[in-house]
């Protein structure tokens, strides 16, 4: 009878320990999600977000502030809930992460921050059942490469930090039918980091950063120098974003020096020339930038030498080249994710900022205007709060247990 016993609870514990929809965490200690609407699980930085063809949106692994994180979090627009799915087989942080064309997702490399620190291990996530396989490594290990997804289906990686902290100038191939690696022939200079490349409806993948922007011709499999060094503005560019604009162009904002902050510019793959557009009003870096579905860039948060973490969105017309202000963002937020959802809203996703660190939060962002939160959607807050567009809401006295009488009405509380 006891040994019956002990084989039941050995079953339950397999179970719970294994079971997809508990989502351990890198330590092996599972977290329940909050239930809180637009609320993650746990915080998470140096995660790539990925929209699932679904609609959904996937963040795997990261980082918490402590170590590196193989739980993973989906996204579900309709309900605005966050919910854990199964956890990648190896924690990561500093990966890279993209759809492919059969809608499963690829992870690969970043690093553990400990032994076996950088990693060339790749797993891709089937968003139908919510599990992890492990597919062939990558040749070379590599931390925050830089990955786009080819007309033909085949993942490019190129770049990255190896092991010694040391910059790649390297470049490799997935083939999905295979699961195998290949590799193909070195960039000119090193490259990588999340989101500075970009395909260009010509077929060639445009990779911007540091001093020369490069492009990788997929048909040929050589790489070629795109524009001057250092762009229209003459600027090494690191910590900047790089989107493709719906007339093919590319829009490339910020970056890490007093140049790059503050300037934008634009590069034409039908004519391979870089111009200056007009520069945004708050220099940046280290922020998120989306297309909207009426064509327009929003470029949001971020952080600046001078200002700290930013709250501040600008809006990048395409057709006139020009910049708008557009309604701030609910919390200051450096490095969030940003993806644009089914219903034409952009979720932004975790980042840091100096009061809260790591945030644990999601805010839907309306690209046409702003909606004004609720005193609910403050949680416990009273009195009056910003409602996040410009102006205030009065969410109730704020009541105080055993308060003095002349204290609470000299500071706007009300004695219980």
């Known amino acids: ?46 995660v790539p977000f990925v929209a699932l063809r679904d609609g959904r949106v996937l963040a795997s692994g990261g980082f918490d502030g402590q170590r590196a994180l193989a739980s993973c979090e989906v996204f579900e627009p309709e309900t605005g809930l ?30 553990q921050g400990a032994v076996p620190g950088v990693l060339a291990s790749v797993e891709v996530f089937e968003p139908s059942v919510g599990t992890w396989t492990q597919v062939a490594p990558m040749t070379e290990a590599r931390e925050d490469p830089a990955a786009v997804v080819l007309p033909d289906g085949r993942v490019l990686v190129a770049g990255g930090v190896d092991g010694d902290g040391r910059s790649l100038r390297s470049a490799e191939v997935f083939e999905p ?36 922007a490069e492009l990788y011709d997929v048909a040929t499999g050589r790489w070629e120098k795109a524009g001057f060094a250092g762009g229209a503005a003459g600027t090494h560019r690191q910590g900047h974003s790089v989107t493709l604009l719906p007339d093919g162009r590319v829009l490339v904002v910020g970056g890490g020096t007093a140049r790059a902050s503050s ?10 020339l870089w111009s200056l557009v007009a520069a945004p009003s ?12 009426e064509g327009s860039v929003l470029v949001m948060g971020g952080e600046h030498s001078t200002a700290g973490v930013l709250a501040s969105v600008e809006r990048f017309d395409p057709g006139t080249g020009r910049w708008s202000s557009a309604p701030a963002l609910e919390e200051r937020r450096e490095l969030p994710g940003a993806l644009t959802l089914p219903d034409g809203a952009v979720l932004l996703v975790g980042g840091a900022n100096e009061v ?22 403050h949680e416990a807050v009273c009195g009056a709060v910003v409602d996040g567009c410009g102006g205030l809401l009065e969410c109730g006295p704020c009541v105080l247990e055993g308060c003095d009488a002349q204290q609470c009405r000299a500071e706007g509380l009300t004695r219980r």
């Not at 945030?359 to 962002?365: D, F, G, K, M």
């Open 1 to 46: 009878m006891r040994s019956g016993r002990t084989s039941f609870l050995g079953v339950a514990l397999f179970a719970l320990v294994f079971s997809c929809n508990s989502g351990p965490r890198a330590d092996g200690v599972a977290r329940d999600a909050s239930g809180a609407p637009l609320r993650l699980a746990t915080p998470r930085k140096q």
């Open 82 to 111: 966050w919910s854990l799915t199964g956890a990648m087989l190896t924690p990561r942080r500093h990966h890279a992460g993209v759809r492919l064309l059969d809608g499963r997702v690829l992870v690969l490399g970043g690093t």
């Open 177 to 212: 039918s295979t699961g195998t690696w290949a590799p193909v022939s070195p960039p000119g200079f090193v490259r990588g980091g999340a989101g500075t490349a970009v395909v260009l409806p010509q077929g060639k993948a445009l990779f911007v950063s540091g001093l020369q």
């Open 263 to 272: 300037t934008a510019e634009v590069y034409d793959g039908a004519t391979g």
């Open 282 to 293: 708050t220099p940046r870096e280290h922020h998120a930038a989306v297309v909207t579905r």
């Open 356 to 377: 809260s660190g790591l945030l644990v939060t999601s805010e839907r962002y309306p690209p046409g205007g702003c909606v004004p939160r609720t005193c609910v959607a």
